[in-house]
C-alpha cells in the first residue's frame, strides 16, 4: 500500500519536532506559574520566553501578547460587544461576531468602508487569497498566514490580531490575541487576572512552550524562503490540472494567494464526496475550513465569491506544506484526474 498523503496543512500543521521537544520539557517543570517560589518561577520563565518567541516571530511586543485557548477564544475577546463590519468570506469564529455586510469581488477581495469598525482576514483558508489590511483595522484574523509568510504586526496598522500555534506546526488549543500599545480588552474569563489581567486561567504552559518554538521555528522558514518551493509545488499541481478538458475551476488563481493553498471547483461533483474517494485513495484534503467541512453545506466562501449553488458546494482545498514533495504533488493529480474522470464515462 502506497504511503498515505497529508494535503491538509491549512487544517492543521504537523507537529514541529521543536514544539514536541518544547513540549515534553515543559512538563516536567512542576510550579504553577502564578506562585512566587522557584518552581513557580521557572513555570512562569516558560511562558515568558514563548511569549517572547511568538512575539518576535510575528513582530509585536511581547507584552502584547495573550495567551488563549485559540483563535476562536481571540475572536470572542477581541469582537464580543463591538459592532464591527466583516465579509461572509471570515471564518466562523469571526463571522459570529461581525455584521457579514461587506461586498466580496469575484477575485476574493473584500472592500472595507470604515477600517476602525471593521474585521478583515489577511489571508482566506479556503482559497488562500490576500487581503490588503487599511491602516487601523480594529481587528484581522492572521491564523492562516502567520508562518507562511512575513508577518510585521507592530507594522500593519492593525489593532488586534488572532493567531494560532497548530497552523503552523504547534499544539492544537492554544492561540494569541495580539494588540497594539494602548489597546485593551474586557476579559470575558475572569478569576486569578493571568495574562496580564485579560484572560484569567492557570497557564497551559505545555501548550504555551510548544506555541512558542513552533513560532521560532516557522519564522526561521519564513526567513528562509522554504515557502517559495511550496509555491512552486502548487503551481505545478494547478498546471498539471489545466487543459482544455478540464472542468475543474481553480479559484482565486488570478489574485495574490498564500503559496500553499490551491481551491479546486468540480461543476457537479461534491465537495464532500471528492473527499471520501480522495481519502480512500490514499490522500488527506478538505472541503473547505476544517470547522465547518464536516458539515455537509455550500461554502459561503464561494458563494460571496459569486459562485454557483451547482459550484459553491463542488469544492475542495488542497493545500501543502514544506514537507511536501514533488512525487507526492504528482501522485495527487494522478488521483483526482482518474477519479474525476472516471465520474465522467
Not at 488563481?253 to 481519502?279: F, H, I, Y
Not at 455550500?298 to 488542497?318: K, N, Q, T
Request: aromatic share 4%; charged share 25%; glycine share 12%.
Amino acid at each position: 500500500m502506497a504511503e498515505r498523503v497529508y494535503l491538509d496543512w491549512n487544517a492543521t500543521a504537523p507537529l514541529r519536532p521543536e514544539a514536541r521537544t518544547a513540549m515534553i520539557a515543559a512538563m516536567d517543570v512542576a510550579g504553577n506559574p502564578s506562585s512566587v517560589h522557584l518552581e513557580g518561577r521557572a513555570a512562569k520563565g516558560l511562558v515568558e520566553r514563548a511569549r517572547a518567541q511568538v512575539a518576535a516571530a510575528f513582530g509585536a511586543s511581547a507584552s502584547d501578547v495573550v495567551f488563549v485557548s485559540g483563535a476562536t477564544e481571540a475572536a470572542a475577546l477581541a469582537m464580543a460587544g463591538r459592532d464591527l463590519a466583516s465579509a461572509p468570506i471570515e471564518h466562523e469564529a469571526v463571522a459570529a461576531w461581525g455584521d457579514g455586510t461587506l461586498v466580496v469581488g469575484g477575485d476574493g477581495r473584500v472592500a472595507v468602508r470604515d477600517p476602525s469598525r471593521t474585521a478583515l482576514q489577511l489571508a482566506n483558508s479556503e482559497t488562500g487569497v490576500l487581503q490588503e489590511l487599511p491602516d487601523g483595522l480594529a481587528v484581522s484574523d492572521m491564523t492562516q498566514a502567520f508562518g507562511k509568510m512575513s508577518c510585521a504586526f507592530d507594522w500593519s496598522g492593525v489593532e488586534m490580531a488572532l493567531i494560532s500555534a497548530h497552523k503552523l506546526g504547534g499544539p492544537k488549543g492554544i492561540g494569541a490575541l495580539v494588540l497594539r500599545r494602548g489597546v485593551e480588552v474586557t476579559a470575558r474569563i475572569r478569576g486569578g487576572g493571568q495574562e496580564m489581567g485579560r484572560r484569567s486561567g492557570t497557564e497551559n504552559i505545555a501548550g504555551i512552550a510548544g506555541f512558542g518554538a513552533a513560532a521560532e521555528a516557522a519564522a526561521g522558514d519564513v526567513e528562509r524562503d522554504a515557502w517559495k518551493r511550496v509555491a512552486e509545488l502548487r503551481t505545478f499541481l494547478e498546471t498539471s490540472l489545466e487543459g482544455a478538458d478540464n472542468p475543474t475551476i481553480l479559484v482565486g488563481k488570478e489574485s495574490r494567494r498564500l503559496p500553499n493553498t490551491s481551491c479546486l471547483v468540480t461543476p457537479g461533483w461534491k465537495g464532500e464526496t471528492q473527499v471520501m474517494a480522495l481519502d480512500l485513495a490514499g490522500f488527506a484534503v478538505s472541503a473547505g475550513s476544517a470547522c465547518s467541512s464536516g458539515k455537509v453545506r455550500e461554502s459561503a466562501v464561494l458563494r460571496a465569491m459569486g459562485f454557483g449553488p451547482g459550484e459553491a458546494d463542488c469544492a475542495i482545498r488542497v493545500s501543502l506544506g514544506p514537507d511536501t514533495t514533488e512525487e507526492q504533488v504528482a501522485r495527487f493529480v494522478h488521483a483526482f484526474r482518474r477519479l474525476r474522470d472516471r465520474r465522467r464515462t
